[in-house]
């Protein structure tokens, strides 16, 4: 690398983190919500866009080829075209009656190739900068991953809205009150709709609703929804769901985690907790009716989309967000049920829109936009990317084939120096985290009577999505500068308390049950700002532990280790509270970071890894 001319990081790292985001959150999420657009049925969506993660789940299997053919700066740039051409794929078979099948197929290619693009990028980064560069610019690169992700959960879909308006009949607006002082509950809104413009245009029933916060019986609730979902099938606006299959209890659940729940809550006397989703009331309900003033075309489809827009999301849409009109129901009230969060006690107010264009061709111009940006990527990272000396193919001049460097990569791994610590390390040193990410929503949502803090929907998004990802951010950009300065043996230690220590602000939440929001906002900045930036040792030593001849497999490997480490504990984090309460769970979470600190004191570090050269110059 010290033979060409460097390349400034900055003029690549945030632009090839940034493209190794879209693909991910343009699979996981954004194909979500463009199925539910087009009307693919919920189970259908669940069922087969949960299968598109297994290629990030698996991708330290052939992460080997990565290493053994090819430069890395060549999958890298081999993947952005083909990502481009999954895009595009997606783009040109949603048109078609069968586009759900082939949509998925283009969306396989799509999750391989960038699944091999994450294998190559990361090996690209370990070769394209130095040891001090590399510490440096781990904040900077997860900064540009989630910009990534913020970019498809955003921008995508208000890009894609955009289109959906701009083809289709003006767009329905109306706004949901909620009011401590209220008294009114519309049920059926009988006044004189009002039409949304002149022509072929919706007319909205109850477009300003006020509703109290008080909530109502389940039994009330229950009802009011089963007529809305009543009303909306007699009509044709919706197709019935798929019926579920009859629920059986696990042969684990039997023989196994039944009884020894049981057993832990006898022993700690702790009472059977109540199931939340029965709970004796619910959110105040209100009811929005739309129809059509003119039939349409014989043989046209009207499809309303109708969604949150701007304000409190503690208010949300309850029933009726696709809805579809034909010459033969045109004339009839189609059903939106809104429902207020019941944790919901001061005045909120909520715009929901519905947007009738044309779905198909909106989300094919948004993703022939993305295939675009893909062949930049593409045109730009082929221009701007250095060339390091030592991105060359790992596979031998002379030696037994392919299948034997393939299995020597995997095999040389745990053949590594000080290998039972460092497994130790990946898989334990996020023990406690993995369990406390998966239940800190739901502990602030649940109420005050089982144990949570009985937070809004809009409270936890605000808490979570603005202040949280705020103090992480900054807590990774710190964590690489610092790390760069003194080198990752010096503050693995440090970072390891940075993250783990702040888990007992649940503790403290969890025992206290706070209602000010800025001291629960306050106490979520802290934990997710030191684990921002404790994160930055356990991605550095990953980085040092994958060094060698194979570093990109390796690395590759270190990543699913990783997502295993994160995967199991977090599997059974919602059984082991529902046993012994959030309290005793989140001080068993504390307990669990003990296994990550001892592990650390055997590791194997270098002094001088992560520690950015004094040249007088900022990193890149």
Known sequence: ????????????????????????????????????????????????????????????????????????????????????????????????????????????????????????????????????????????????????????????????????????????????????????????????????????????????????????????????????????????????????????????????????????????????????????????????????????????????????????????????????????????????????????????????EGRSGNIPLAWTITFIVLAALFVGFFIFHKLILPRPAADVSARRSEGKGVFYEFFQTFGSFFRKNNIGPALSFLLLFRLGEAQIVKMASPFMLDAREIGGLGLTTGDVGLVYGTVGILALTLGGILGGMMASRRGLKFWIFPMALAMNVPNLVFVYLSSALPTSLWLISGAVALEQFGYGFGFTAYMLYMIYFSEGRHKTAHFAICTGLMAMGMMLPGMISGWIQEIIGYHNFFIWVVLCTIPGFVVIRFLKIDRSFGIKEKTGRQPG
């Open 1 to 352: 690398m010290d033979k060409i001319k460097q390349q400034s990081a900055w003029s690549w790292v945030p632009s090839l983190y940034y493209a190794q985001g879209i693909p991910y959150v343009v699979v996981m999420t954004v194909s979500v919500i463009m199925y539910k657009r087009l009307g693919v049925s919920n189970a259908d969506i669940a069922l087969y866009t949960s299968w598109l993660y297994l290629p990030w789940v698996i991708k330290p299997l052939w992460s080997p080829v990565v290493d053994l053919f090819r430069t890395k700066r060549w999958w890298i740039t081999t993947m952005q075209l083909l990502v481009g051409a999954g895009l595009a794929g997606v783009a040109f078979t949603l048109p078609l009656a069968s586009f759900f099948q082939y949509s998925l197929a283009f969306l396989w290619l799509l999750a391989f190739s960038s699944a091999t693009h994450d294998i190559a990028a990361d090996g690209f980064y370990m070769l394209g900068l130095k040891e001090g560069q590399q510490s440096y610019f781990i904040g900077i690169r997860s900064t540009f991953y989630r910009f990534a992700m913020i970019t498809g959960q955003g921008l995508l879909v208000i890009l894609a809205g955009f289109f959906e308006v701009f083809t289709g009949q003006e767009p329905v607006v109306f706004t949901v009150e909620a009011d401590p002082q209220a008294t009114e509950f519309r049920q059926f809104p009988h006044e004189e709709g009002i039409a949304q413009s002149e022509g072929l245009a919706f007319v909205v029933y109850g477009h300003d609703q006020v509703l109290s916060t008080q909530t109502i019986p389940r039994e009330e609730a229950d009802s009011i929804r089963q007529w809305v979902r009543q009303q909306n099938l007699a009509w044709g606006f919706v197709e019935p769901e798929p019926e579920p299959g009859e629920l059986t209890v696990s042969w684990w659940a039997r023989t196994i985690g039944n009884p020894f729940s049981a057993w832990l809550r006898d022993r700690l006397r702790i009472s059977e907790p109540d199931d939340p989703g029965l709970s004796e009331f619910q959110g105040n309900m209100g009811l929005v009716g739309v129809r059509l003033n003119n039939p349409p075309d014989e043989g046209r489809e009207i499809v309303l989309n109708t969604g949150f827009q701007r304000g409190d999301a503690s208010i949300r849409l309850a029933e009726g967000e696709r809805l579809v009109f034909t010459v033969a129901n045109w004339d009839q009230k189609g059903w939106l049920l809104l429902q207020l969060d019941p944790q919901l006690d001061r005045r909120a107010v909520t715009f929901f």
